[in-house]
C-alpha cells in the first residue's frame, strides 16, 4: 500500500531527526574518544579521493570548491549494485526516475533541473542520445560491472563542458588494467527471473595496460503495471529485459612524451514492456493486453594521444570521440519506429603547470549530432564548435579558486558564452572548508525540436528556437573532524532556468521560465576500521515560474541513511534506508487520474547486502532489496519491484 501523506510526512521528519541525532552521536562519541585517547587506535580517516570532472585535472575532493558526490567501485561492490540507477539511488540532490523495473526508460533530475540538464560522460564520451527527442541519456540500459568511480558534479557546468551541464554532470570511469594478469567472473541468480554474468580480465605488461569486460544482466519477468488499471478479465503481462555490454580500456606508453588510449563500449538490450492502449469496453486509455518490444544497440568510443613535456608540465590531450545510439521500437497496432543519434568529437585539451599553485587549461572541441529515423522520415544534422580557457589557483594550500570561460558556436542558433567561477577557503585551526560557485549553463535545442515536423497532427518543428539558459549559485561548508575521521556539511543553491522551450498546439517555442533551489547536507563518519556510516538529506523546490506550479518528479525531501560494516575479516555487511517524500506527477490512464498540481505519495525503501571472502579466489555475496517489501510508483503508473532476494559468487584467477 502505497504511503498516505501524513505518515510521508512523518517518515520524512523521523528521517531528518534521524539523521540529526546520528550526526550529534558521532560528535559526542568521537569526543568522548579523543578525551579518553582511544580514537587514533580505533578508529581511521575517510580516504581522500581524486576527481576530475571539476577541472579535467585529477585533484583531491577535499580542494574542490564544487559541490560533488563520488561513488566508488569498492561502494557499488559492497551494495551490490548492478545498474547504475541503483548505484545512484543514495546520491544527494539527484532523483531518479525508472518507468518499472530493469530496463525502463530511467531519468536523472538534478537539484530540480530537468533530466536533459544533466551531462553524462563515460571516459570523456557523451553518451547522450541525438535521436531522443529532449537529446538525454538513458540511464537504464548501463550496468556497472566495469565502472571504477561515478562522479556527481552539481550546478551549472556550461563554462568548461558546453551545453546540456545546467543542473550538473554526472562523469563515468571504467577500470583500468594494472598489475599482473587478473580474470574475474561472477554469477548471480534471484527473483523476478534474474540470471546475471560478468567477465573481466585485466592487467599490465611493459608498456601496455589492458582491461575487457562482458556484462550479462537477465530480469525476465518484473511486474510493473498495477493491476488497479487493467480492464476486467486482462492478465498482466510482467517486463523482460535483457542486457549484454562489452567494453575495453587500452593503453600503451610509447615513451616519456608518448601515450596512446583507447576506449570502446557497446550494449545490446531487448526490452519487453507493456504500453498504453485502450480499452474497447470504455473506450478509456488501459495497458496494452499484448506487449511492446524496444530494442537498443548503443557503441561509444574515444581514441586519445597524449603528450607530456618538461617533467608533465605541459601535457596535451588530443581525442577524436564517436557515439551511435540506435533503437527500434515496436507497438501493437502501430508502424515500427527506428531512431538513430550518431555524434563525431574532435577535442583537444592542453594543462599547463604554469607556475606553483597555478594550472592554466586551454581546450577546444567540434562536434557534428545526426539523427536519422524513419517516421516521419528525417535526416537532420547540427555542428558545434568550442573553446574553453580555466585557471586553477591554489594558495598555501588554504584558499582554491577555479575560474572557467568557454564560447561555443552552432551553426543553428550562432554563438554562446558560459562561465563560472568557484572558490573555497579552508580556515586555518578549525580546517572548516567555506565554499561557493557561480556559473551559468544553457541546453541548445535538440535536433527533433528543430526539425521533426507530424503533419498529421499539425505540429511542426521550430528551427529558430534559441538555447534554454540558467544561472546558478551555491554557498555551503564541509567540517572534517578527529583527524578527518568524521565530517558533516551543508549546502544551499539556486538555479534560474529561462528561455525554457516548451510546446504550443502547432510548434515549439522559448517561453518557460523556472526555478530551483534548495539544501543539500550529509554526515560521513569512519567509526572504525570496521565501521562506516553516513546519512545524506536534501530539500528541494522547483516551480515553473509561468504557471507557479510544482515541476513534475521533483520530491521536496529525500533522505538516505547507509551503513558498512565488517564485523569479521571474511565478512562485510552493508544497509541501505532511502526515504523520498511526495512530488508532483500527472498521469491520466483509466479515467484514474492525478491532475497537474496534484500529489504523489512518497516511500521507503531498505536495502541489505552481504559478502563473504571465502579465500583469494572464491567471494560468495547475496542481498535482499526493498526488505519491507514497499509497493509506489515512480514514476506514477509504474510499479517499482518489491522485495527481491539475489545471491551468487565470484570467481578470481591469478
Known amino acids: 500500500m502505497l504511503i498516505s501523506q501524513p505518515n510521508a510526512a512523518a517518515v520524512r521528519r523521523a528521517l531528518f531527526v534521524s539523521s540529526s541525532v546520528i550526526a550529534l552521536a558521532f560528535s559526542s562519541s568521537a569526543l568522548a574518544q579523543v578525551a579518553t585517547g582511544q580514537a587514533a587506535d580505533q578508529s581511521q580517516s575517510l580516504p581522500e579521493v581524486l576527481v576530475t570532472s571539476p577541472t579535467t ?10 559541490s560533488i558526490g563520488v561513488i566508488t567501485s569498492q561502494q557499488i561492490s559492497a551494495q551490490q549494485d548492478r ?37 553524462v560522460l563515460i571516459d570523456g564520451i557523451d553518451v547522450s542520445d541525438p535521436s531522443n527527442p529532449n537529446d538525454s541519456f538513458d540511464f537504464g540500459q548501463l550496468l ?17 563542458y558546453g551545453s ?6 554526472i562523469n563515468i570511469v571504467t577500470k583500468k588494467g594494472q598489475g599482473p594478469l587478473k580474470v574475474t567472473g561472477t554469477i548471480e541468480g534471484g527473483s523476478f527471473g534474474t540470471a546475471n554474468q560478468t567477465f573481466n580480465a585485466s592487467g599490465a605488461h611493459s608498456i601496455f595496460n589492458y582491461a575487457f569486460n562482458i556484462s550479462h544482466y537477465l530480469a525476465a519477468s518484473t511486474p510493473v503495471t498495477p493491476l488497479n488499471e487493467l480492464p476486467p478479465g486482462q492478465q498482466r503481462n510482467n517486463d523482460s529485459y535483457e542486457n549484454w555490454t562489452l567494453s575495453t580500456k587500452l593503453g600503451a606508453d610509447i615513451n616519456e612524451h608518448l601515450t596512446l588510449n583507447y576506449v570502446g563500449r557497446y550494449t545490446d538490450s531487448t526490452y519487453f514492456f507493456t504500453g498504453d492502449g485502450f480499452d474497447p469496453s470504455t473506450g478509456l486509455e488501459a495497458p496494452e493486453s499484448t ?22 608540465r605541459l ?50 572541441d567540434h562536434e557534428t549530432e545526426t539523427l536519422f529515423q524513419n517516421d516521419p522520415d528525417v535526416d537532420a544534422n547540427r555542428n558545434d564548435a568550442g573553446g574553453y580557457a580555466e585557471l586553477q589557483s591554489n594558495f598555501y594550500n588554504r584558499f582554491f579558486l577555479v575560474s572557467n570561460v568557454r564560447y561555443d558556436n552552432y551553426d543553428t542558433f550562432g554563438g554562446h558564452v558560459t562561465y563560472r567561477v568557484a572558490p573555497a577557503f579552508i580556515v586555518p585551526q578549525t580546517e572548516t572548508k567555506l565554499k561557493a560557485s557561480y556559473g551559468t549553463g544553457f541546453k541548445a535545442p535538440t535536433l527533433s525540436e528543430l526539425y521533426v515536423n507530424s503533419p498529421a497532427f499539425l505540429f511542426f518543428a521550430n528551427p529558430n ?30 538555479n534560474n532556468i529561462t528561455n525554457l522551450i516548451d510546446s504550443t498546439d502547432t510548434t515549439y517555442v522559448n517561453i518557460g521560465h523556472a526555478e530551483t533551489q534548495g539544501v543539500e547536507s550529509f554526515a560521513d563518519w569512519a567509526v572504525t576500521d570496521r565501521l562506516h556510516l553516513r546519512t545524506d538529506y536534501t530539500y528541494t523546490r522547483a516551480v515553473d515560474e509561468s504557471t507557479g506550479l510544482e515541476l513534475q518528479r521533483r520530491p521536496y525531501d529525500k533522505g538516505s541513511i547507509t551503513a558498512l560494516w565488517t564485523p569479521i575479516d571474511p565478512l562485510t555487511l552493508s544497509g541501505t534506508l532511502i526515504a523520498v517524500s511526495k512530488w508532483v506527477d500527472d498521469f491520466d490512464r483509466n479515467n484514474s487520474n492525478t491532475a497537474p498540481g496534484d500529489f504523489t505519495p512518497g516511500y521507503v525503501v531498505v536495502n541489505v547486502a552481504a559478502n563473504y571472502k571465502v579465500d583469494d579466489h572464491v567471494n560468495l555475496f547475496a542481498r535482499i532489496d526493498n526488505l519491507l517489501n514497499e509497493h509506489y510508483e515512480n514514476p506514477l503508473g509504474f510499479l517499482r519491484p518489491g522485495i527481491g532476494v539475489f545471491g551468487g559468487m565470484r570467481l578470481s584467477a591469478f
Open 57 to 66: 585535472v585529477p585533484t583531491p575532493e577535499s580542494d574542490v570548491a564544487s
Open 83 to 119: 545498474t547504475v540507477p541503483d548505484a545512484l539511488s543514495t546520491v544527494p540532490g539527484l532523483n531518479v526516475v525508472q518507468t518499472g523495473g530493469p530496463g525502463g526508460q530511467t531519468s536523472v533530475f538534478l537539484r530540480g533541473t530537468n533530466s536533459n540538464h544533466v551531462k
Open 144 to 160: 556497472t560491472g566495469d565502472i571504477e568511480r561515478i562522479e556527481i558534479l552539481r550546478g551549472p557546468q556550461s563554462g568548461l
Open 164 to 169: 546540456d551541464a545546467i543542473g550538473g554532470v
Open 291 to 312: 506487449q511492446s518490444l524496444q530494442i537498443d544497440h548503443d557503441f561509444f568510443t574515444r581514441g586519445e594521444a597524449v603528450t607530456s613535456f618538461f617533467d608533465d
Open 315 to 364: 601535457k596535451n590531450y588530443l581525442g577524436i570521440n564517436y557515439s551511435d545510439s540506435n533503437s527500434f521500437n515496436a507497438s501493437p497496432g502501430t508502424d515500427n519506429e527506428i531512431n538513430q543519434g550518431q555524434r563525431l568529437k574532435f577535442d583537444w585539451r592542453s594543462v599547463i603547470a604554469a607556475l606553483p599553485g597555478e594550472t592554466i587549461v586551454l581546450g577546444a
Open 465 to 494: 528556437l534559441q538555447p534554454e539558459e540558467s544561472t546558478g549559485y551555491d554557498a555551503g561548508f564541509e567540517q572534517p573532524l578527529f583527524h578527518d575521521r568524521f565530517s558533516f556539511g551543508a549546502t544551499y543553491f539556486h
